[in-house]
């Protein structure tokens, strides 16, 4: 079963930009897809985006142009920069992987612990 470690996470004004990252206990390159959620309080979690062992990419619609999601195959970790930031994207965000036999971009196995993601007004 693969970990995930995600780190990145902080405090930042409104329009700022932070860089999440979530490494992988093996190869990235043996993990068919992998995503970033996130889960405001008192919401269920949401899927920001997601990334497929060929880079196919999916970003929920809101968020196409401020967010990317990309890979390192050589450092084995995942990564989310996130421009112009909003106050409602407060959230812990957290970085999730697919089992072996599960091939979805839309539906995880592994998940890491979160990493807090805060957006000051």
């Known amino acids: 079963q693969v970990q995930l470690v995600e780190s990145g996470g902080g405090l930042v004004q409104t329009g700022g930009s932070l860089r999440l990252s979530c490494a992988t206990s093996?190869?990235?390159?043996?993990?068919?897809?992998m995503a970033w959620y996130r889960q405001a309080p008192g919401k269920g979690r949401e899927l920001v985006a997601s990334?497929?062992?060929?880079?196919?990419?999916y970003y929920t619609d809101s968020l196409k142009g401020r967010f990317n999601i990309s890979r390192d195959i050589t450092k084995n970790t995942l990564y989310l920069q996130m421009n112009n930031l909003k106050p409602e994207e407060t959230a812990m965000y957290y970085c999730?992987?697919?089992?072996?036999?599960?091939?979805?971009?839309?539906?995880?196995?592994?998940w890491g612990q979160g990493t807090q993601v805060t957006v000051s007004s």
């Open positions: 093996e190869s990235i390159e043996r993990i068919n897809a």
């Open positions: 999730a992987a697919t089992a072996p036999t599960n091939w979805s971009l839309f539906r995880f196995d592994y």
């Open positions: 990334i497929s062992s060929g880079d196919t990419t």
